[in-house]
């Protein structure tokens, strides 16, 4: 199949984003409807209170649109395809019901965390199901090596979609950061399933790279509209799914080193503080951390980005 041909869905899912986005944003500002601004943060985001956000919504219904047009037009409608939509239809859901409670309530805090979890882990065995009735395996690839894990590949499926889509939505903390780190992720991944000719996959990571390119013009610093936890739970979600429906699941560590680091220094944060009373960090996530250590957004990003570019190169080098 001719690569130009995902050209179209990556042009299409960006030109949704672009065109809808100004209409949202317009939206929720005559109905006043912002983001609430936790009070422990950062004292110099409190500028940010009233900005939009939910914007993930907009570039989550323009890949849902685009990749099922895409796919029926390249005759990809597979099982593999279905459940990724099915895992960012889920997971945007849960996160568009706690953005929901946040905005139109007037709460910070939206759904409670186990909440979330019930329906994060539902998520997870329903793609565990449909992965093994699309007649895959229970190996793992872990660092090149299969390891035959039987049912128990079941939990780890549930904990890597749990997990990373958590850790996506910690990231997810300053203007631009994760919109620019989904693009590379999901343009590593759509590289490898091009190479797989997994054309199905493919379909969906150039989708979200069109639709996060079009989403970064309005999120970029000072954002015009932040992403919520309806992009950025369901990117999570969605990036783990893919690199497990393209057996490179151990890519992820590196590829998604950044939420990694982001997650482990909220819980070391967490721990050090319960067992010592002391914070290793200035702030977790350890973005807000190098906030509190006069870096600026943009920097952060610049730097968070490079990493994240140079570690996806490094993968790609040994995958391919």
């Not at 954002?223 to 893919?242: C, N, P, Q, R, T």
């Not at 190098?290 to 490094?314: A, N």
């Amino acid at each position: 199949m001719e690569w130009t041909k995902f050209l179209i869905p990556l042009a299409g899912s960006f030109a949704i984003t672009v065109a809808f986005m100004p209409l949202f944003i317009g939206y929720l500002r005559a109905k006043q409807y912002g983001q609430e601004i936790r009070g422990d943060g950062p004292g110099w985001h409190s500028v940010k209170a009233g900005t939009p956000t939910m914007g993930g919504l907009v570039f989550l219904v323009g890949v849902i649109i685009i990749g099922i047009i895409s796919a029926i037009w390249l005759q990809q409608l597979t099982p593999s395809l279905a459940i990724l939509l099915f895992i960012l239809v889920l997971y945007g859901a849960l996160g568009f019901i706690d953005d929901f409670i946040k905005v139109f309530r007037k709460r910070n805090l939206g759904l409670k965390s186990g909440q979330k979890l019930i329906g994060q882990i539902a998520g997870g065995l329903v793609f565990y199901g449909v992965y093994r009735l699309d007649n895959n395996t229970d190996i793992l690839n872990v660092f090149g090596l299969q390891v035959h894990l039987g049912i128990i590949y079941g939990l780890f499926i549930i904990f890597w979609l749990v997990g990373f889509s958590n850790a996506v939505n910690l990231t997810d903390g300053i203007d631009g950061l994760v919109s620019g780190l989904g693009t590379i992720s999901f343009g590593t991944y759509a590289i490898i399933a091009w190479f797989q000719q997994q054309y199905d996959v493919l379909i969906i990571c150039v989708c979200v790279v069109g639709g996060l390119i079009g989403f970064f013009l309005y999120n970029k610093k000072p954002a015009k509209i932040f992403m919520g936890d309806v992009g950025s739970l369901a990117l999570g979600g969605l990036l783990a799914a893919v690199s497990i429906l393209l057996h490179q699941e151990w890519t992820l560590l590196l590829v998604g080193l950044i939420y990694v680091i982001e997650t482990a220094s909220v819980m070391l944060q967490v721990s050090s503080f319960k067992l010592t009373g002391k914070r290793i960090f200035k702030m977790s996530p350890i973005h807000h951390h190098f906030e509190m250590s006069g870096w600026s957004e943009w920097k952060i990003d610049t730097i968070f980005w490079l990493v994240s570019l140079v570690l996806s190169v490094i993968t790609l080098v040994i995958v391919l």
